[in-house]
Every structure is written in structure tokens, then in C-alpha cells.
């Protein structure tokens, strides 16, 4: 971490400074922050609340023997409740002496190392999503909870395997896009299952994105805080619009989460006025296809559905209009006033007449 009076830390995980000039003070802050210049600790957010600290760390060893991650944390830092529950732990994995990630604009530095160091934190993440993981929590700031300060409860389970970023990158995925990963959590964590998750998270996604962008061209006082303290915000107008979901509160707030940290931390104004692209959408259609063919026709038949609902709800308005004006009910005038081709009014007749 940063020398001396360089080192930053806090109360709170949003709100970092330099407190003091001797550094053995700083560190009895509940958050502190890593050299950001020189990345040597991959932080992962847990937002699971476990009965004990040893079923944490029993939890976390199932995961080392399936191989999904190759060692323990080499610390855990969380929150020991009065009943002995430890909540919300951030999972720290050291990278061997000499091994820190070089991060700078200097033209020296190798950007190779900074996106495998990313992809690792994302990686380790999805191998522990059915734990809590959060995804949506920012890999490269360097914050976490500070290991030293007596505000917490910390576990120093592993001092003798200390993998490279290379060797974690042979144990975890670290292909998988940071949106399907939130994604999956809010499923995982939010009970709901993909295809019902997928459908809030999309309409949540769509709304925060419609108020991020009137708070910003309407100078809202929201905005002028850090990206935290923005997600706070986001969370609490989404909550409003998810109440009407019709779910029960403490699973749409899962999604909500999710969604408010995803879209505060990748919030770019300058993306505003462009076409983004909704990274996921399919998510519960193509899950657990293996190959890119299986995944081209799952799209496919997805895109054929919405172009087939599309099209006989045109059918209907159509029906609808024609109807109200008197005009003669034809296969030909419907398929001009709906726009479509003959065949195809002539295919859905029976579905649109059904409906009056």
C-alpha cells in the first residue's frame, strides 16, 4: 500500500483520505486503499452473510477441492455479528512478491497484465457466485476492508500457496463479460432463476438507464457524487419502480442491487446519446450451451418468437382499425393495413380473428 501519509482511508468504502501522517494509525480504519499504482491483491466482495466464520471458510475449501478456485483466500475480511454470524466478507488473494500489476498511463506500461488481472478478479467471482460473490464490485480501486483494524473479524487462512496471475487464470473463466456475470448473480442470489431474473433485470436495466440519463442533462444533484454514493441513489428510485413487479421485497432487491451497482460503476455520459448493447439479454435462453451453433439457433428461435408476437399484435391493431371503420374485412386489406404480405395475414387469420 501507498507510504506514510500517502495512505488512504475511511469510515466508509466511499469516502477515502488521508487521515493521519503515521500509517500504523491509518491502518486501524474499517476501509483502507491499496497501491491503485502497483495492483498486488485480488479483492472480491461477498454479499453473503455465513452462520460462523468457519462455515465461510468451509464453504470457500468445497471450492478449492472442486477446483473451481486454486487456494484460499489468503485473507478474509469481514463482519462478526453478536450471534456470530459473519457478514458481507471481502475474499483477498495476494499475488507473490515481485508479482504486482504495473497500471499507468506511462507508455511503458503493458496493458496485457492489467486486463488478465481484471479478467482473474471477474473469474474468481463467478466461481463464487452461489456464495454471494459481487460481481458489480470494481476490481482495479484497490479498496477493501482493512484487515488490520479492529473493526472487523479477519481470517488469515492460507500463508504457503501463492498462485500467479497465469495460474489463476488456468482455474477460473476469465472469459466470461462482467454483464453476464451481474446477470447470473441476481438469479443466483435473487432465487428467481434466470428466465424470471433475466425479465426484471432487463426492465430495471432499461429504467435506470432512462434516469441516469434525465439526472445528468437536468444537472441533478444526484450525480455530483462519487459512483457509490450514486448507486445508492439509483437503488433507492428502482425500488420504487421494481415494487410494481409484483415479487416479494427481499428478492427484487437482489436485482435491484445488482442493477444500480452495475449501471453507477459503467456509467458513461459520453455513451448517452449512442446505441449500447445489452450484453445478456439472452442469458436464459442460450445457458449451458456449449458450442457457438447451439447458441446462434437458441437466438434464433428467441428473435423468431419476438418477430412472430410482433407481428400478430400489428395483425390485431390492424383487425382493430378496420373493424371500427367499417371497411371490409379481407385478408388482402388487412395485410395492407398491418403492413405485412398476404401469406402471412392469410397464416395468422384464425389467431387474430380468435381474438375479437
Request: with cysteine; aromatic share 8%.
Amino acid at each position: 500500500m501507498p507510504k506514510g501519509s500517502r495512505a488512504r482511508a475511511s469510515w466508509d468504502k466511499a469516502h477515502l483520505e488521508n487521515q493521519c501522517p503515521q500509517k500504523i494509525l491509518t491502518l486501524d480504519y474499517p476501509y483502507i486503499e491499496l497501491n491503485r499504482e502497483f495492483m498486488a491483491a485480488l479483492r472480491v466482495d461477498c454479499d453473503g452473510v455465513f452462520l460462523t466464520p468457519a462455515a465461510c471458510l468451509a464453504a470457500l475449501t468445497e471450492k478449492v477441492r472442486d477446483g473451481r478456485i486454486p487456494c484460499l483466500p489468503h485473507i478474509i475480511v469481514g463482519d462478526l455479528l453478536d450471534d456470530s454470524r459473519y457478514y458481507r466478507p471481502h475474499f483477498i488473494w495476494l499475488l507473490p512478491p515481485g508479482s504486482a500489476v504495473w497500471r499507468s498511463e506511462d507508455k511503458r506500461c503493458k496493458k496485457g497484465p492489467i486486463r488478465l488481472f481484471d479478467a482473474v478478479a471477474r473469474g474468481l467471482a463467478a466461481a463464487l457466485l452461489d456464495l454471494g460473490a459481487d460481481p458489480a464490485a470494481p476490481t482495479m480501486t484497490g479498496r477493501m476492508k482493512c484487515p488490520t483494524s479492529p473493526f472487523w473479524h479477519t481470517i488469515t487462512p492460507n500463508s504457503d500457496i501463492w498462485p500467479t496471475l497465469s495460474e489463476y487464470a488456468d482455474y477460473v473463466d476469465t472469459s466470461v463479460a462482467r454483464a453476464i456475470l451481474v446477470r447470473k448473480a441476481a438469479a443466483t442470489q435473487s432465487g428467481l432463476g434466470l428466465t424470471a431474473s433475466n425479465a426484471l433485470f432487463d426492465a430495471l436495466r432499461t429504467e435506470g438507464k432512462r434516469l441516469l440519463a434525465a439526472w445528468h442533462f437536468g444537472a441533478d444533484k444526484r450525480m455530483r457524487g462519487n459512483r457509490e454514493a450514486l448507486a445508492d441513489h439509483l437503488h433507492t428510485a428502482l425500488s420504487e419502480y421494481a415494487d410494481k413487479s409484483g415479487h416479494r421485497d427481499e428478492v427484487v432487491s437482489y436485482v435491484t442491487g445488482k442493477v444500480a451497482a452495475y449501471l453507477a460503476a459503467h456509467f458513461d455520459p459520453e455513451k448517452l446519446a449512442g446505441k449500447s448493447v445489452n450484453r445478456g439479454k439472452l442469458l436464459d435462453a442460450v445457458d449451458g450451451l456449449k458450442t457457438v451453433k447451439e447458441r446462434q439457433q437458441a437466438g434464433g428461435r428467441h428473435s423468431g418468437k419476438a418477430k412472430g408476437a410482433n407481428t400478430l399484435q400489428r395483425l390485431r391493431e390492424a383487425y382493430q382499425r378496420l373493424a371500427a371503420s367499417s371497411t371490409d374485412m379481407t385478408r388482402a386489406t388487412l395485410a395492407k393495413e398491418a403492413g405485412v404480405s398476404i401469406r402471412t395475414a392469410t397464416a395468422r387469420w384464425r389467431e387474430v380473428a380468435e381474438c375479437e
